[in-house]
């Protein structure tokens, strides 16, 4: 497999950007993504499965009038904060200080995620979900825009991210406090950026969005993993992420597991075929073949596409379907040394060599 083929410049400023921790982000990628797309004459981009939209983000900041898309309502919010909410900081600060100035109280969320246990194994402090549940409701009750609640809202994910007790996401938790979670939560402002395009936040699953012609489209599906041990619910986005879920839509859900999981979080419900497991009756890879699928109906001039070594897909099967589907204009292949997520083991560990190069592939194609 080609390393660069094609390389652009490495000295071409990428754009600021920010997000909470997420198996998915693409903050190490950004640079191989702006270098690699730059010199395209695009002017409209989808970032398909936008998760923390940091892509997107960049995309905004490039002036593509960039569109944002993932199932994930609190994506959706992300989306809302960084692409569309346009008025100034000043707006938003005396709010953010009124919530600030907000004593704590015992709600639902420090019922469920809150604990001063000396054992851990919770996600936060008692101290800040308390801050939480007074903070959340008060958000509630004012009669703002979405694109206001979604400000407000993205600050207190940031904040809360500052303070956690995870490794990154929420389907177990820590032994022992961390840290971060000693320090008390605290609402800032989220570094918006100036919008210089027209941009659109869908919530709809990405092979519908990708049937609307775009320039350019990201494609980042999830990955799944080789691992066929491992159970479904360790590589579903809405198992590892479905904390966040419940604090935008503020729902006090069922709840289940020593995790305190939503129960649309099972492995039985919130299913996506790029994170399936299974074969079909004819053998062939269900992941797989929605992965085909996903490039074959995408509406576009270029995709670019990434993957990683973890995923269901060997390199060869990659390359069979991008051949299928258009020219390679280029190829990337980056090396990351494992972060502790992905170093765990099955049961309260990941189960993947920590000893391993993990590695992410950019495929640049033209249709």
Not at 37 to 51: E, P
Not at 125 to 139: Q, S, V, Y
Not at 342 to 367: Q, V
Request: overall charge positive; glycine content about 4%.
């Amino acid at each position: 497999m080609p390393t660069d083929c094609n390389p652009r410049s490495s000295s071409i400023a990428v754009p600021s950007t920010e997000g909470i921790k997420y198996a998915g982000s693409k903050r190490r990628l950004l640079p191989h993504i702006v270098q690699m797309t730059s010199g395209l004459r695009v002017k409209t981009a989808l970032d398909a499965f936008s998760g923390t939209t940091r892509v997107a983000q960049a995309f905004a900041q490039m002036g593509l009038d960039t569109t944002a898309n993932d199932i994930a309502p609190w994506s959706r919010v992300f989306a809302t904060c960084y692409l569309l909410s346009t008025k100034p900081d000043s707006y938003y600060q005396p709010l953010l200080d009124k919530l600030n100035a907000l004593p704590g109280r015992h709600g639902w969320f420090s019922a469920h995620y809150g604990s001063d246990d000396p054992a851990g194994k919770h996600p936060f402090r008692l101290k800040n979900t308390m801050r939480l549940d007074a903070i959340r409701d008060k958000i509630d009750a004012w009669p703002l825009p979405e694109e206001d609640k979604s400000v407000l809202l993205v600050s207190l994910m940031l904040a809360l991210d500052a303070v956690d007790n995870t490794l990154g996401h929420f389907a177990s938790y820590l032994s022992g406090w961390s840290a971060r979670s000693q320090r008390d939560l605290h609402l800032r402002l989220p570094r918006r950026f100036p919008l210089r395009s027209q941009n659109v936040v869908l919530q709809t699953d990405a092979l519908q969005a990708v049937r609307q012609f775009h320039d350019l489209v990201y494609l980042d599906p999830p990955y799944g993993s080789n691992n066929r041990k491992m159970p479904p619910s360790r590589v579903r986005y809405a198992a590892y992420y479905h904390f966040w879920k419940t604090l935008v839509l503020n729902d006090h859900p069922t709840l289940f597991g020593r995790a305190n999981r939503r129960e649309d979080s099972r492995d039985n419900a919130s299913s996506s075929p790029f994170e399936d497991f299974r074969t079909d009756d004819a053998g062939q890879s269900v992941a797989l073949k929605a992965l085909k699928q996903l490039i074959a109906q995408t509406q576009a001039r270029y995709i670019l596409l990434s993957y990683s070594s973890g995923g269901r897909a060997t390199k060869d099967e990659l390359y069979n379907i991008i051949y299928s589907s258009g020219r390679l204009l280029e190829a990337r292949e980056i090396d990351y040394t494992q972060n502790v997520m992905h170093a765990m083991r099955r049961t309260n560990e990941w189960g993947i060599n920590p000893t391993a190069a993990h590695r992410e592939y950019l495929f640049l194609i033209e249709k």
